[in-house]
């Protein structure tokens, strides 16, 4: 069963803190995407990736940054965590060419900055 | 104007009901196009993708796509209590390799 993991759940983090959020798939997916989503508003996307050490800026990039050191690997980094920026984040992967598969997503992480 | 748009709801329907969903998309150059499930504290899942005008079935559910009207729907036939969720409509970009999503109609079937 093909899968994309996010390695937590559940976060808390303090104001300020440099917070790491893990994504990783076993499908030799080019594409990597990081959105979060917040009621009312979707899904935004904050970054997104084609290859090894590539990236682009979505639509919310601002106060976060990401790393792909490895095909299989995207992680998004919150410099200093704001409470504005408690939300849930998923992480997406999506193969290149067609015809078009469409995104499988990780389950999430809900992310709290108190 | 957003890129894909979405009567955000809520849809109620009677279980055993025809569910019907709607989306409308702005850019031109789409060609595949998406419909995602999520429950409540769930990521999207993927239930069914469309790439040409016309009907497309899988089991009770029944995606649309009219590219002349920019227009995708998704019809689910025998509503259940458990199709209760939030439906995302989702367009591929005119570069490819990266999605417009709506921001979902929520359906709650009654039984």
């Known amino acids: 069963d093909v899968k994309v993991t996010q390695s937590s759940r559940y976060l808390v983090k303090r104001t300020g803190e440099k917070v790491f959020l893990e994504c990783v798939q076993d499908?030799?997916?080019?594409?990597m995407f990081w959105y979060r989503q917040d009621p009312g508003l979707g899904l935004r996307l904050i970054y997104f990736s084609y290859d090894v050490k590539m990236k682009e800026k979505g639509d919310i990039p601002e106060g976060y940054s990401v790393s792909r050191e490895k095909k299989e690997r995207f992680s998004l980094i919150l410099e200093s965590a704001s409470t504005n920026q408690t939300s849930m984040y998923l992480c997406?992967?999506?193969?290149?060419?067609?015809?078009?598969?469409?995104?499988?997503f990780g389950s999430g992480t809900r992310l709290t900055v108190v | 104007q957003k890129e894909v748009e979405q009567n955000s709801g809520p849809l109620s329907v009677p279980e055993g009901a025809i569910a019907s969903l709607n989306c409308t998309y702005s850019d031109r150059g789409s060609q595949s196009f998406f419909w995602y499930r999520q429950y409540s504290g769930k990521s999207p899942e993927l239930i069914m993708s469309i790439y040409s005008n016309g009907d497309k079935e899988d089991g009770r559910f029944t995606a649309q796509l009219n590219k002349a009207s920019q227009y995708v729907s998704l019809l689910i036939r025998d509503s259940q209590p458990s199709d209760s969720a939030t439906y995302l409509c989702a367009a591929e970009s005119n570069t490819g390799n990266q999605f417009y999503f709506g921001t979902g109609t929520s359906l709650t079937v009654i039984p």
């Open positions: 499908m030799d997916h080019e594409n």
């Open positions: 997406a992967s999506s193969s290149q060419g067609a015809p078009i598969y469409g995104y499988t």
